[in-house]
T-cell receptor, first 113, second 112 residues
């Protein structure tokens, strides 16, 4: 019973490098989300996908792109990493929009030097 | 513009006593509220929720109260246990919305 799986768990990038964070859920959920957590700022929504085939910007989308590859998978791409993108990234999924009980992955700790 | 605010970054209580975590919101379109708990190096996990048509929801030791006129909700934990030590996030959803807006979080420490 894996739930939401994120890879990698840790990553160090140099400024300007690119990378993709992977997320997969096995709960047949329709909606998926990418958040970043920074000290004193809580969880801020980067992008979300309300259903397969759709993606929308959240609060802090600049510098990121996403792909909803299929119902299970939702990836987050940093095209040219910047130190300001040093953060902990969480992927989440939820079954429906009504109750929005989201399930989270364990997180990816990303450091950009 | 922080639409969900948790003004206390930290709270420390004695084991067995009540823990009260507070959350304020500004968006009157929020109609569903949730609390999440987060341990270090783990993702947040759902704890309890409340719809705007209610003013109280209880689940074991956890009770959430909603005061719509004050745009305020609180989470009560009674009795508090050392295993409750974690960061607690308040979150809210707009009517017909598809995303959650989170507060900054409150670090709860329950001392044995």
């Amino acid at each position: 019973n894996a739930g939401v799986t994120q890879t990698p768990k840790f990553q160090v990038l140099k400024t300007g490098q690119s990378m993709t964070l992977q997320c997969a859920q096995d709960m047949n959920h329709n909606s998926m989300y990418w958040y970043r957590q920074d000290p004193g700022m809580g969880l801020r929504l980067i992008y979300y996908s309300a259903s397969e085939g759709t993606t929308d910007k959240g609060e802090v989308p600049n510098g990121y792109n996403v792909s909803r590859l299929n119902k299970r998978e939702f990836s987050l791409r940093l095209e040219s990493a910047a130190p300001s993108q040093t953060s902990v990234y969480f992927c989440a999924s939820s079954r429906d929009r009504a109750k929005m009980r989201a399930f989270f992955g364990q997180g990816t700790r990303l450091t950009v030097v | 513009d922080q639409q969900v605010k948790q003004n206390s970054p930290s709270l420390s209580v004695q084991e067995g006593r009540i823990s009260i975590l507070n959350c304020d919101y500004t968006n009157s379109m929020f109609d569903y509220f949730l609390w999440y708990k987060k341990y270090p190096a783990e993702g947040p996990t759902f704890l309890i929720s409340i719809s705007s048509i209610k003013d109280k929801n209880e689940d074991g030791r956890f009770t959430v109260f909603l005061n719509k006129s004050a745009k305020h909700l609180s989470l009560h934990i009674v009795p508090s246990q050392p295993g409750d030590s974690a960061v607690y996030f308040c979150a809210a959803k707009e009517t017909s919305g598809s995303r959650l807006t989170f507060g900054e979080g409150t670090q709860l420490t329950v001392n044995p």
